[in-house]
């Protein structure tokens, strides 16, 4: 097998293996790829190396529903990182990670707020507090958690992350791997869009059973990522992170 070695030293490089391990042990009876770790020599990684290929609306049908039959397996509870870890997870580009808050709760709500205040903190406006405050106590009341059922996640399931390969599917790389909502590794991979997007979906919410509403709900899943991108990025991103906060206070 040809390997592919990536530097990712310390505890932020055990986090992205242990990630790997245990998403490809959630997957290992479903469809769905991903990059096998091999080996952690030192500071490196050494994961099975990917030919890329064309996109095609095979490997897309094939990748929804084996993201269905992945998060299907379930887990005890929110906000757990990969089976063996300790402590916080990692989220955002290598070169400026940032915490991902894990305190197992049986509130998707309560996760959620945490990983969302975390984010925002510094981040924003002082204009935009107000109905940032206003989502978080929603939040962490339970109004969402209704339709919420703890699985595992890729956790960072934008396109960059989606490799279509030459043998004629997706593998996942670069996780940030923790237990969630399904619906927010869906509504990342809406963000910046994704070859097939709705070959995908449409998979997925066939394999899932999805109820009706689970469109309505993007923009609070989408916050996740915005949130990250505004404290990492800057002002260019609040605007859009604003309009998705408002939305999801219309739910």
């Not at 770790?37 to 064309?54: K, M, N, Y």
């Amino acid at each position: 097998m040809s390997v592919y070695i990536k530097h990712n030293p310390g505890r932020s490089g055990e986090w992205e293996a242990a990630g790997l391990r245990w998403l490809a042990e959630c997957a290992s009876d479903t469809s769905l790829r991903v990059v096998e770790v091999l080996a952690r020599v030192g500071d490196d990684l050494h994961l099975e190396r990917i030919t890329s290929g064309q996109p095609t609306r095979e490997a897309a049908e094939k990748f929804g529903r084996g993201l269905a039959r992945m998060h299907a397996t379930g887990a005890e509870a929110f906000g757990t990182g990969p089976d063996g870890w300790d402590g916080d997870g990692y989220q955002g580009p290598n070169g400026d990670l940032l915490a991902l808050p894990l305190h197992p709760t049986h509130s998707w709500g309560q996760f959620y707020a945490a990983v969302l205040e975390e984010l925002a903190e510094g981040a924003f406006s002082a204009s935009n507090k107000k109905d940032i405050e206003a989502l978080l106590r929603r939040l962490r009341n339970g109004d969402f958690d209704e339709t919420a059922t703890p699985a595992p996640l890729h956790g960072d399931l934008w396109s960059g992350n989606v490799m279509w390969t030459a043998e004629g599917d997706v593998a996942l790389i670069d996780p940030a791997a923790h237990t969630g909502n399904p619906e927010t590794d869906l509504a990342a991979l809406q963000i910046f869009g994704t070859p097939h997007l709705e070959t995908i979906l449409g998979a997925y919410a066939e394999q899932a059973g999805l109820d009706a509403g689970w469109r309505d709900r993007e923009p609070l899943h989408e916050l996740q990522l915005l949130f990250l991108h505004v404290r990492l990025f800057g002002g260019a991103y609040e605007d859009q992170a604003m309009a998705a906060v408002r939305a999801s206070l219309r739910l």
